[in-house]
């Protein structure tokens, strides 16, 4: 059962900001004197942030964040989504526009809940430490995103009225890093608490802070403090991995064992999950009875990686029939058959198996030779992936000759356990695999026919964004 529900709220704190005018950069200044006076309108402001963020979630971020990459496709698709997976990517489009928008509308709320925090009086210091610390996960994350994707970005870290969002410039990425996201995140981290209980489940804990601390690290080659981070959490015991591999997914199963956050959608609410239709292609709406969006199909090249009949596969890719063939699609993501766009489908931002898997990664990077604390993490991932409790199917280090070799066999493990849930493309330019592995996935599908260039590790600035305010220029490399 999902917990914590905070659609409607957002969309009536979407209504107070304005964030749909065309004459202002979203990230304008709330009137919101009246409405913060106290601590229950705190807390139905966080719920309304984690609104804002479900939003940013709901439909496109699986559009940047995987079709990019090697795992998924829109063959068939002519939209703009196929222009992304094409990397045809220019300003104008309103994929990337609309990424922009919603991360800074969750930020815009996060700031004016941030600054009314002060001015009121709480039950405790412990419900004004998280409530805190909650606006500070969320707006971490959301700048988190917008740097891995546009580079240089507009820092805003409090209210700011109309005028000042029309002349504001962009702030280096590595800055936005060191001033805000990081020590966001060691706050929250401090002031969040383990777990709750009730109709609390599914708001952001310490664990959920620390994480995305290791992630960050792990993004800045910061090798060293991600491994203190993560092994930190991980000696701590409060999480572990489920013995089935398709349970993490069920959406009866929400916010179980494994997940450290996941992005809350109820059955029945506008603006709910979209991932069920959007994972299933277009030919299988008649076998379906439903609509299918098929902005995330399985590659050919994902699919053969596999080792087919393992219990990863089998709940990860699945097979119907419709329009005289045998269709593959992401199994993973949940449809009820009743439901059109906004089914129970959570969406899994940070479980343990990708804890296991950074701080593998980080103690590969620290250390020449491969250690055995993290040939046991990629162990645990194995056993599960082929449902089997003994060593069958584990490495051992006599396979792992090198650290190199180490490497990839780590992001092949990222890539066969994480895929379909917005890691692999930043993965990818992370690791700065991007033009190679890209380039030669279309040679062997596309002949050639396109191509993933330097630049193309960024996103370009919304030009929607640049006609409001021409301080965001020049725009990124390659997009001007």
Partial sequence: MKQIKYILIALCLCTVSSCDLLDRPVYNHIESSTFYKNEKDINLAVIGAYGTLASVYASDYVKYAELPGDNSTTVG??????????????????????????????????????AAIPEITFTSQKKRDQYEGEAL???????????????????????????????????????VYSDLIIPDLKKAKKQLPDKYSGEDIGRSTSGAAQT????????????????????????????????????????????????????????????????SCQAHSRDLATTLGVSTGAVTLPTADIIE????????????????????????????????????NHSDDNWPL??????????????????????DEAIDCINQIRR???AVTDTSHDLTPAEIIDQQTFREVIALERRLELCFEGHRWFDLVRTGEYMKVMNAHFERYNAGA?????????????????????????????YN
């Fill in 77 to 114: 698709d002519t939209g703009t989504q196929a222009l992304i997976d094409k990397f045809i990517i220019s300003p104008v489009n309103p994929i990337i526009e609309s990424a922009w928008r919603n991360h800074y509308r969750c930020i815009t709320n996060v700031n004016e809940i941030l």
């Fill in 137 to 175: 996960f969320l707006r971490a994350l959301c700048y988190f995103n917008l740097v891995r994707m546009f580079g240089d970005v507009v820092y805003i870290d409090r209210p700011i009225t109309i005028e000042e969002s029309q002349k504001m410039s962009r702030t280096a990425r590595e800055k």
């Fill in 212 to 275: 995305l601390l290791g992630k960050v690290y792990l993004t800045q080659h910061d090798y060293e403090n991600c491994a203190i981070e993560l092994g930190d959490l991980i000696e701590q015991n409060r999480y572990q991995l489920l013995p089935k591999f398709a349970d993490i997914f069920n959406p009866d199963n929400a916010n179980h064992a494994e997940s450290i956050f996941e992005i809350q959608y109820e059955k029945g609410y506008t603006g709910g999950s979209q991932w």
């Fill in 305 to 340: 990686k596999f080792d087919t009949g393992s219990a990863r596969y089998e709940a990860t890719i699945g097979k119907l029939s419709g329009g005289g063939k045998m269709i593959s699609h992401v199994k993973k993501h949940y449809m009820e058959l009743s439901i059109q």
């Fill in 350 to 371: 940070l479980r343990y198996a990708d804890v296991l898997l950074m701080y593998a990664e980080a103690l590969n990077e620290l250390n020449p030779t491969p250690t």
């Fill in 384 to 386: 599960r992936a082929f």
């Fill in 450 to 478: 396109y191509v993933v260039e330097n630049y193309n590790d960024l996103f370009p600035i919304p030009q929607r964004e640049i006609d409001v305010n021409p301080n965001l220029l020049p725009n990124n490399p390659g």
